[in-house]
């Protein structure tokens, strides 16, 4: 998608410095997070006849001229999905990290491969026989194929062992003399994707993709100042376990310097630092776990003793005890059924979890190639970007959630995504997947009151020095656009970015088509 690029004198006439003034002004607003909730198109008497795509290059190009930025990698492109035109680009060609743009990609192609509809199961089995005394002589079998349904965050993570527990009760179970074993083989043991940052790897965005997981393969500690200063931080941790053993280091004081470790292929979780005396809430951790079936299996052992159901057995997986799974006699007892794909993915582009993501792509691979793996997926999801006319030398996947800095792209070749998703008939699926302003996401709290409030559906994307949004508006006239907005290599704070951003998405909401009244 070319455009042909005309200098532009911005001080030809009266109008157009008044124009700046006013742009300017707004810009001023933004920095201090004040927005105009009337934003409109610079209205001003012409003699030449109203061009409104002309108008919204100018007032864009104003915006994206500003001097605060110029160190910046700036690019951006706005299409109209209604028309099939090209409205504006600017670097549009420019290769970007997306961060969590990456998940645009990966969702649209889980719709595309797997349908709206796709459901993830976990199977439980038992095998042998239940004695009059209740003692099972025999083992349990856990088989997932990376069911994300099992850690949605509004549902309690222990709802599917409950259930479990209550079909061993009806069985007459109350020991389980054989072992409790994680079939985790639905994917292959690589967990971690291709250049993600080794100090990534601790914290939950960066937990392990299994096909087994739990909790988010995650835990939480809530730290409190204490008494006095000097003193020992006070620390909650949900769920408690005895999978993983934190040692409490924090110290109050006079601000906030928490930090935190966890010994490699360990749960051996180390908290150093001080806390501020003055905090009124909570500092939380999200800490990722080593061995997420082992994980699961853990707890599941620890609720089976808090409903006095004894288990003398050990605990075993696939990967990393290497304990095959004989089915042949196996009696199938329940299974657990994720939401559809079309309410997972809500999950994946508006709040950006990165394991949802990961777990897609790896499923994309498996149901496509019997392979479970990031490398399968990132190839079936290739060829499907070249099918719809980007160049595979121009861009460069290493995941499904954006984490890798490896990974590369443009802004032209996210919006050839979102024309191609308004093909499809899952379009509406994915396009309510994405976060609004307002509401419950990463959007949550940006372009509240504006213009833009309740017209726009977008993912953001953001990294250390990246700050990255691409969507689709709906402007003053009804017409739908998609834009990408891509910012890398900044070194200004992330709300004056997204300040930035924020005012050329509003430029965008406010566009019209229809000539202004000439006063």
């Not at 093909?423 to 994405?434: G, I, M, Q, R, V």
Request: proline share 3%; hydrophobic share 35%; charged share 25%.
């Amino acid at each position: 998608m070319n455009i042909n690029k005309k200098q532009i004198n911005l001080f030809s006439s009266k109008a157009q410095k008044t124009k700046i003034i006013i742009l300017c002004f707004v810009l001023n607003c933004l920095n201090l997070n004040i927005y105009s909730q009337d934003l409109k198109p610079s209205v001003y008497k012409i003699n030449l006849p109203y061009n409104p795509v002309k108008e919204l290059k100018t007032d864009l190009e104003l915006i994206l001229n500003d001097e605060k930025f110029k160190n910046a990698h700036t690019g951006m492109i706005v299409y109209s999905l209604d028309r099939d035109e090209l409205l504006f680009e600017r670097n549009s060609n420019k290769n970007f990290v997306p961060a969590s743009l990456q998940k645009i990609i990966t969702t649209s192609s889980a719709l595309f491969f797997l349908g709206p509809e796709y459901e993830f199961k976990t199977s439980f089995y038992m095998t042998g026989d239940v004695l009059e005394n209740g003692d099972l002589l025999g083992d349990l079998i856990i088989q997932g194929n990376g069911n994300p349904g099992m850690i949605l965050n509004d549902s309690d993570p222990y709802d599917i062992f409950y259930e479990w527990i209550y079909v061993l009760d009806s069985l007459g179970i109350k020991s389980i003399q054989g072992d409790i074993i994680a079939d985790d083989s639905w994917f292959d043991e690589v967990y971690f994707g291709e250049g993600w940052a080794w100090d990534d790897l601790k914290y939950d965005y960066g937990a392990a993709v299994n096909a087994l997981n739990h909790n988010q393969n995650s835990f939480e500690i809530k730290l409190y100042s204490g008494k006095e200063k000097g003193s020992s931080a006070l620390i909650s941790i949900k769920p408690e376990s005895s999978y993983y053993n934190v040692i409490n280091n924090i110290v109050t004081g006079d601000f906030d310097d928490v930090n935190f470790k966890r010994e490699e292929g360990t749960n051996i979780i180390e908290l150093y630092g001080t806390i501020d005396k003055k905090r009124r809430s909570p500092k939380v951790l999200n800490i990722s776990v080593d061995d997420p079936s082992r994980f699961m299996l853990f707890r599941f052992k620890e609720i089976l003793r808090e409903n006095n159901i004894r288990f003398r057995g050990q605990l075993y997986s696939y990967h990393r005890n290497f304990r095959d799974v004989n089915y042949d006699n196996a009696i199938h007892l329940i299974d657990y059924q994720s939401p559809p794909l079309k309410e997972l993915i809500k999950k994946v582009n508006k709040e950006s979890i990165n394991l949802y993501a990961e777990i897609l792509l790896k499923t994309i691979a498996k149901e496509k190639t019997g392979l479970g793996s990031f490398e399968k997926g990132i190839e079936q999801i290739e060829k499907l970007l070249e099918d719809i006319d980007v160049d595979k030398d121009e861009f460069e996947l290493r995941d499904g959630s954006g984490l890798s800095r490896m990974n590369f792209i443009s802004p032209e070749q996210i919006i050839k995504v979102f024309s191609f998703a308004k093909t499809e008939n899952w379009y509406e699926d994915f396009k309510n997947s994405l976060a609004m302003p307002g509401k419950e996401g990463t959007m949550e709290f940006r372009l509240k009151n504006t213009i833009a409030e309740k017209k726009l559906w977008v993912k953001t994307g953001t990294m250390n020095g990246i700050s990255n949004v691409a969507g689709i508006v709906e402007t003053t006239d009804g017409e739908y656009l998609t834009f990408c907005i891509m910012t890398n290599n900044f070194k200004q704070p992330l709300t004056e970015i997204r300040s930035f951003h924020d005012l050329l998405i509003m430029r965008l909401a406010g566009f019209s088509r229809i000539p202004p009244l000439d006063e």
